[in-house]
Nanobody
Framework: VQLQASGGGLVQPGGSLRLSCSAS????????VGWFRQPPGKQRELVAS???????NYADSVKGRFTISRDNAKNTVTLQMKSLKPEDTAVYYC??????????WGQGTLVTVSS
């Protein structure tokens, strides 16, 4: 499975961005997808995900501001981010968990929230 993330950039506080992640390869094996982020100097943290059962999970810090969605026909997962804050600045990584137990990562896309 290969993951290609896109959509990062510079945005002012209060602004919006949309991140997309396209999957290719053995996508039939994927049972969970989502986004992590790694702020500067901090550990990687889960932002939002679809579980294997199809439900969604969000970090408390992004609830009500971020929305994860997926298009199974296009093998894409999207993270819509609104009301962005400087503390949302991070490199965002999409990931996919396989039924085999493997975890796949996209290359990361930088989101900078600054005035």
């Amino acid at each position: 499975v290969q993951l290609q993330a896109s959509g990062g950039g510079l945005v002012q506080p209060g602004g919006s961005l949309r991140l997309s992640c396209s999957a290719s390869g053995s996508t039939f094996s994927i049972n969970a997808v989502g986004w992590f982020r790694q702020p500067p100097g901090k550990q990687r943290e889960l932002v939002a995900s679809f579980t294997s059962g199809g439900s969604t999970n969000y970090a408390d810090s992004v609830k009500g501001r971020f929305t994860i969605s997926r298009d199974n026909a296009k093998n894409t997962v999207t993270l819509q981010m609104k009301s962005l804050k400087p503390e949302d600045t991070a490199v965002y990584y999409c990931f996919a968990n396989s039924r085999t137990g493997a975890v796949y990562w996209g290359q990361g896309t930088l989101v900078t929230v600054s005035s």
